[in-house]
């Protein structure tokens, strides 16, 4: 636990002052924090203003009890999905946001942690300010409404924790600032803390900091060591939310349809430009592009531009409904090419930009989950080869990834998680 104020805002902010984090392209680093300080102290006074004097005046009401439950902890739609089958199976367990967190399609339906208080806090910002500038130089700067936004966090939820005094937490997210802060509090607090991990994770995350983390497969685990001390225990359970597509696979022996999925990475006149060369060389397959949840860009123009392209909308349908429709899926840095891997769909890493930021960034080529194509006319060979004959054995190459693949637990992972959370909370009463 850190031992100072500074130090432990450093933890919780560990991710944004990485080098990778200040490397992001403009237009995704823009959306997160503007490159003109008067526009981020614009962004602080909206902070400030809308959200925290906003929460002043919405009191919360939340339709399950709190008190000495299991928190399933979530930061987005994606955790939501990932955590839900313990809802459902654990009779104590409710799912746990903070005031005003964007859950997505699930806004209504998560319990709510007031943030009231947090307006309390913000007394601290020059010192936080200057302790942070002395350890991270000219970071500091370039994201002081970051810092600004994470004061309070650790505050409001050791307050919370005291108040509620749950049984333990549950999270999916171990890098996000208001996870972090929970986490730390926890800590603070003797309450005890558990992981499942929700996508695939990259060395530039934190040091895994739990008291049991289950997380997929040894890829994880080979990446944790290498961000720090491995705390805690840990199980290697395979994929949760993919057991009830495992048994499903896609045999086709042809590709037909092909899934485009793209994040905030992705640059909008690469996506345009890829998908345009491909809706022309290959007439008679059909395309899908899928924007990550949480990208706000609009694309409607390419479906002015291609009325045969169709969309999926990542916000209503999950990721393996998505893919269960297609055949073949075509991304840069994303983990869904672990899913389509999984459920036997013949995937290919193309970069939609470029940007610097990422270079398999998962590390999917070099250990040979998927095949890389560096040029469009290299893509549209893999893409051939595939549409004339898919192999039925593509989900062998995930193994190293989802530890019950090829096992009696393949598809089986959420009883196994449930089975060794309930072994774990029975051992922390």
Known sequence: MPNSATARLRDILQLRFTDLFASLPAHMLEAISPASPWKRLAKVAGYAGLRLVGNMFRPVRNPEQLQGKVWLYVVSQNNYDSLHFLRESLPSAVLVAGQSKQIGRYNGVVNRLSLRRKLLYYGQFPTLYQGLKRTEGGKAWRFFDLIFNAIGYYEVYVRALRHYRPQAIIFANDHNDDARALLLAA????????????????????????DFSLLEGQDALDKYRQCGPVAGRVELVGMPKADAFLARKNLNPTVQRVAVAINTLDETESVAATLAHLLQEFPNLTFTLRPHPGDTR?????????????????????????????????????????????????????????????????????????????????????????????????????????????????????????RLLREWLAGQA
Not at 187 to 200: D, L
Not at 383 to 407: C, E, V
């Open 187 to 210: 800590r603070t607090c003797g309450v005890p803390t558990a992981y499942v991990q929700h996508a695939s994770v990259s060395t530039n995350f934190p040091p895994l900091g739990f």
């Open 298 to 418: 609009d694309f409607s123009f390419l479906r002015q531009r291609h009325p045969q392209l169709q969309f999926s909308d990542a916000r209503q349908q999950t990721v393996f409904e998505f893919l269960a429709e297609h055949d073949a899926l075509i991304a840069a840095d994303t983990s869904t090419h672990l899913e389509a891997t999984l459920l036997n769909l013949a995937s290919i890493y193309f970069r939609l930009g470029t940007h610097g930021v990422t270079e398999d960034y998962y590390g999917y080529v070099a250990h040979g989950l998927v095949e890389r194509a560096h040029t469009l006319p290299e893509l549209s060979r893999l893409l051939r080869r595939y549409q004339q004959h898919k192999p039925t054995d593509l989900y062998h190459r995930a193994t190293y990834y989802n530890a019950t693949l090829g096992t009696p637990d393949e598809g089986h992972s959420q009883e196994r998680a449930i």
